[in-house]
């Protein structure tokens, strides 16, 4: 009995896939339904994964970099960025789709490649250069628009967030396509593996023969790109420009993230765990909306549960 | 001076020719830039970051960073706009109520960093949120009223100085000596520059970590003071510019981000850089929202000049 309690233990301390994540993330929506005392139904459950789409594609990027020892703190400005010109670019035509996508999409792909290149040739502190390049990427939108946000997303491409096939939302499929590919090329390819082990030790894995300069640079190149997803993602949500929507998502992408169990000294974690993560901070901060205090809410949440988690995720390694 | 000091301040050189370099080139071409009136405004608007860069300055050369000062600020702000001119705390309560919440701070992330091993860059991202989350419980948006004669008090002038500035300026003094002539000052570069070997030196570093980040807080809590002087009123969003900009400041005058390595002069020196940025934008009329692209890019180049010299030492 008790070399089987212990087998068991040790099955399910060294399996990859956290269970304890989703057990949490079973408990907080049986929080949610008790303290909103049955008023809401399972749809509105299916809203909130709706909702929790945009968060959803960023904060794999998140963890993505989180796993190669970094930080990306230009995630929410990067998002920001693609609502404003995505939105100015379709001024609200569907003519319009194909370029703004494009020049988003090459505006991400630049972001991540600065942020990549200047992190791993200079070895200097990712927060610190993501964080300099996101008051940089404010700074250039401002210009942009010269502080007034203008034009709309067209309505073509809304449907990516409005749209629902049966029960299920259009924008929930996109998450969990894009998690699914991600999550094989994590895994199941050699490109995923030079990934965690140059997160483990970048040092080490240059020395094996792994071009890990080249790797860490893809990992912020993805995680932007991911970024311009989910912030194409939030603005087919709301419909128009606005500026600072993405704002809110750099917390919220590392707090989804280390609640699934990623590291900050990289090479563990995994999208299997950032997926509830995501669910549960996004949960958690209705919880907030319901109780009266979102805005404010917001903030408690997301420095109790990066703070508390991270203690966790430290100790449990000792 | 003893070697070890000249060598701290030599790290500050560069940042004071950058200084007098802007200082003459604006002088030159911008005839507002000259007025007295103008140097009054810098001196005015550097002092709180001046302030609020020393904390940063102590936490970075021990090797962490401490982004909740900005919250830190935006709590001082509302505890003397909430509490300075009615209720029972008065003036000096609510003086203590800004200095101690900022402690309280410190001491929470001195605490994680030291027992639960959290990177320093998390914790203080936490406790920034959290306590941004309690401003605006306390105030959703600004409001309040600071006692007008302590306002009054904190503006008064001195030639080009304010009563703020010569705050700022007693205060470094006052780390001046603390950093390079006491025992908690050699300690402090000691546990930056390496703090396993500190350790083995016989340092209490967790002591002295957890009693640099309590420090760090209670002078950002003197920082949110001396900010709702200026402003008269609380806002809970009020310091958030003040982290970003307190770290440039510390890195532009020459503390290095692995700690041990710079002296509270050049971080003096750089919070007046990073003030002047704001100032040379508005008198050569280009468009305000320029100023955060400058202000990224001089931490990012800044940072890498450092690194570059670094690697070639080494």
């Known amino acids: 009995m008790n070399t089987n309690s212990g087998k068991l233990r040790q099955k399910l301390k060294f399996n990859k896939f956290p269970f304890g994540v989703y057990l949490l993330l079973v408990a907080v929506i049986v929080v949610f339904f008790a303290a909103t005392q049955g008023t809401i139904s399972p749809a509105h459950l299916m809203n909130i994964v709706r909702q929790s789409a945009p968060l959803g594609v960023a904060a794999m990027g998140q963890t993505i970099v989180l796993l190669v020892g970094g930080i990306d703190l230009s995630v929410g400005a990067t998002m920001s960025m693609v609502n404003l010109v995505a939105a100015s670019v379709m001024g609200g035509s569907d003519a319009q789709i194909l370029p703004a996508l494009l020049i988003c999409m090459a505006l991400c792909l630049l972001v991540g490649l600065l942020n990549g290149y200047i992190i791993a040739t200079f070895k200097m502190q990712p927060f610190l250069v993501t964080m300099a390049m996101s008051m940089i990427i404010e700074g250039g939108y401002y210009i942009y628009t010269k502080g007034i946000a203008k034009g709309s997303i067209a309505t073509g491409i809304r449907f990516i967030s409005e749209g629902w096939i049966g029960i299920v939302p259009i924008a929930a499929i996109i998450w969990l396509v894009i998690w699914l590919v991600l999550s094989v090329v994590l895994h199941h390819t050699p490109y995923g593996h030079r990934l965690y082990i140059t997160g483990g030790n970048q040092d080490a894995s240059r020395l094996s023969g792994f071009k890990s300069k080249e790797i860490v640079i893809s990992a912020y190149v993805l995680c932007s790109l991911l970024a311009g997803i989910g912030g194409l993602l939030l603005s087919a949500y709301i419909g128009t420009a606005s500026t600072g929507v993405g704002a809110d998502y750099t917390l919220n992408s590392i707090a989804s993230s280390v609640i699934g169990g990623t590291s900050f000294l990289g090479g563990i974690g995994s999208l299997e765990g950032t997926f509830p993560g995501v669910l549960i901070t996004n949960i958690l901060q209705s919880l907030m909306t319901i109780i009266g205090i979102s805005e404010a809410g917001k903030f408690i949440t997301q420095g109790i549960v990066i703070a508390v988690m991270v203690a966790i995720n430290q100790r449990k390694r000792r | ?314």
Request: proline letters at 2%; glycine letters at 10%; aromatic letters at 8%.
């Open chain 2, 1 to 314: 001076m003893t070697g070890s000091v000249k060598k701290h301040v030599k790290q500050a050189i560069p940042a004071y020719v950058i200084l007098i370099v802007i200082f003459v080139i604006m002088s030159m071409v911008s005839p507002s830039f000259r007025k007295i009136g103008n140097y009054r405004n810098i001196v005015a608007q550097t002092a709180v970051l001046a302030i609020v860069s020393i904390a940063q300055c102590n936490v970075l050369l021990i090797g962490g960073i401490d982004m909740s000062v900005s919250s830190v600020i935006s709590f001082g702000t509302i505890a003397m706009a909430m509490f300075s001119t009615k209720g029972a705390l008065g003036l000096a309560g609510s003086l203590a109520l800004a200095i101690g919440v900022g402690m309280l701070t410190g001491l929470v992330n001195g605490l994680g960093v030291v027992k639960f091993r959290i990177p320093a860059m998390i914790i203080t991202i936490s406790t920034q949120a959290f306590l941004k989350g309690i401003c605006l419980v306390l105030m959703p948006s600004s409001g309040g009223k600071v006692n007008a004669d302590f306002a009054a008090f904190m503006k008064t002038r001195f030639g080009v100085l304010n009563m703020t500035a010569i705050f700022a300026l007693i205060l470094y003094a006052v780390f001046f000596v603390i950093y390079h002539y006491t025992r908690y000052g050699r300690s402090v570069y000691a546990i930056g520059n390496s703090e396993v070997c500190a350790e083995q030196s016989g340092i209490a570093t967790k002591k002295y970590i957890v009693l640099t980040y309590v420090l760090s807080g209670a002078i950002a809590g003197l920082a949110g003071v001396a900010l709702s002087a200026r402003i008269a009123t609380g806002n809970p969003l009020v310091g958030d510019s003040y982290a970003m900009n307190s770290v440039a400041a510390a890195v532009v005058g020459g503390i290095s981000m692995n700690g041990g390595i710079g002296t509270v002069l050049g971080t003096m020196a750089g919070s007046v850089i990073m003030q002047l940025i704001n100032n040379v934008i508005n008198n050569v009329d280009i468009s305000p929202y320029y100023q955060y692209i400058t202000k990224g890019m001089v931490l990012v180049l800044s940072l890498m000049i450092f690194q570059m010299k670094r690697r070639k030492r080494a």
